[in-house]
């Protein structure tokens, strides 16, 4: 999954069947989710008829559920392109566009590595640079926390990675600083989730004690505001494999992710999100 000397890494992978788009057998998606069945606490496919052209991935909803962005990946080419499913009259339509990315909680902004868009009236603006703090930072994926709050990963010229964070502090954006050691430890650290209320970041990384290549971890905020350690998503999640994209979805029902997670062969899942709960230290 990490490509680390590039940034086509994008949070919360998602695979669509690509038999429901194919132009001789149209399906009509109708229903949440792409008319997909919710999981348990089993993870399970999410559409599990991927095409043999192309796998969809990146995917993020709108918080009303309405609208999907998702980045198509061609195997023949290796190119990527945008694509968005809208649900209007319960039928989901798809249509291409040219940007995509993670969604602020107010569902207002849109970020793409450095950058991010506004809604307006007919769509989204036009790109803008998130300042001049961001603009050297080598990011894959930037999450925000209904406070404003930046969690985003940082690609080394090396290959590795670190995840920092910056707040709105008194309406002014904070210089971003890195994560402590529960977090930023191991030679891979990428792809991080907070949670709207900042109450947990969920990210994936290389370290001891992992399953595979990579895994997914969860780091609970603790009553005095510190980060709690970093605690393995197990073995329900993760594999020998590089695992991980980890992401909520904006009604806070299911947790997405992505398993065995290097193109052409991904397998994008999802579960309950009270899975997560199951980790909380009691």
């Known amino acids: 999954m990490r490509h680390r000397s590039t940034a086509v890494i994008l949070l919360s992978l998602l695979t669509l069947s690509g038999t429901s788009y194919s132009k001789d057998t149209p399906v009509v998606l109708e229903g949440p989710y792409l008319g997909q069945k919710p999981p348990g606490l089993t993870p399970q496919l999410f559409a599990p008829k991927p095409s043999k052209e192309y796998r969809d991935w990146g995917g993020y909803f709108t918080p009303d559920m309405k609208e999907y962005y998702v980045?198509?990946?061609?195997?023949?080419?290796?190119?990527?392109?945008?694509?968005?499913?809208k649900l209007e009259n319960n039928r989901w339509h798809e249509s291409?566009?040219?940007?995509?990315?993670?969604?602020?909680?107010?569902?207002?902004?849109?970020?793409?590595?450095?950058?991010y868009r506004e809604r307006i009236a007919n769509g989204w603006s036009e790109l803008k640079s998130l300042g001049s703090q961001f603009e050297d930072i080598r990011i894959m994926r930037l999450t925000a926390s209904a406070k404003g709050t930046f969690v985003f990963d940082?690609?080394?010229q090396n290959g590795?990675?670190?995840?920092?964070?910056s707040r709105l502090l008194d309406g002014k954006r904070e210089t971003p600083k890195p994560f402590g050691q529960q977090i930023n430890s191991g030679k891979w650290t990428a792809h991080p989730f907070i949670a709207p209320d900042e109450s947990y970041?969920?990210?994936?990384?290389?370290?001891?004690?992992?399953?595979g290549d990579s895994d997914m971890y969860i780091s609970f905020r603790q009553q005095n505001g510190s980060?709690?350690?970093?605690?393995?998503?197990g073995d329900k999640i993760n594999t020998e494999g590089e695992d991980g994209g980890g992401y909520v979805t904006p009604?806070?029902?299911?947790?997405?992710?992505?398993r065995r997670c290097t193109p052409p062969n991904f397998e994008i899942m999802w579960v309950d999100a009270q899975y997560i709960e199951t980790l909380r230290p009691k």
Request: glycine share 14%.
């Open 71 to 85: 980045t198509r990946r061609y195997h023949q080419s290796g190119k990527s392109s945008k694509v968005v499913f």
């Open 96 to 115: 291409k566009v040219a940007w995509g990315g993670s969604i602020s909680p107010d569902g207002q902004t849109m970020y793409a590595r450095n950058q």
């Open 154 to 156: 940082e690609v080394g």
């Open 160 to 165: 590795d990675g670190i995840l920092r964070y």
């Open 201 to 211: 970041i969920i990210w994936d990384s290389e370290r001891e004690g992992g399953y």
């Open 227 to 233: 980060w709690g350690e970093a605690i393995n998503f």
């Open 251 to 258: 009604d806070g029902k299911y947790l997405f992710y992505c």
